[in-house]
Each structure stands twice: as structure tokens, then as C-alpha cells.
């Protein structure tokens, strides 16, 4: 069977995160000062061939731990759904 995974890696609400704040500091030039606290991160989408729905949360569950992710700095979720 055909799985596609969302995959969502964002950095650790206790770390700083450059990036966001920038966009942050930006939103206030575009008129936008209501927008704040930006964190950005990254979407990963996948297809994974797997026998079952769990074998695929596993395959995953390792592929976000191993390398789409630094668990260190960044927290993961993701959704599965047959294809």
C-alpha cells in the first residue's frame, strides 16, 4: 500500500529562532504590527510503501528521528494518509 506523510519540524519553543525574528521585525515595516512571534520551520511531504498504516508511522517515526529532524533543536509531528 501507498501512504503520504505530512511532516512538520519546527525548532524548540525555548530556542531561539533567527529566522522568525526577522520576519517578525519585518511584519512592522509591512504595516502588519499585530503579527508577531514568527517561528519557521519546515513541511516535508513523502510517500512511503508500506503493508499497514503502523508499519508506515514507524518507518517515519524513524526517518523524523534519524534525519528529517535535529532532536536537539527541533520537535517533529506528521499526519499519514493513504494514498
Known sequence: MKFIAEIDVMPHAAL????GKAVSGSMKNL???EINNVRIGKHIRLEI???SSQSAHEKVEKACKEILSNPIMEGYSFQITEA
Open 31 to 33: 504595516g502588519l504590527p
Open 49 to 51: 510503501e508500506a503493508d
Open 16 to 19: 531561539l529562532d533567527p529566522q
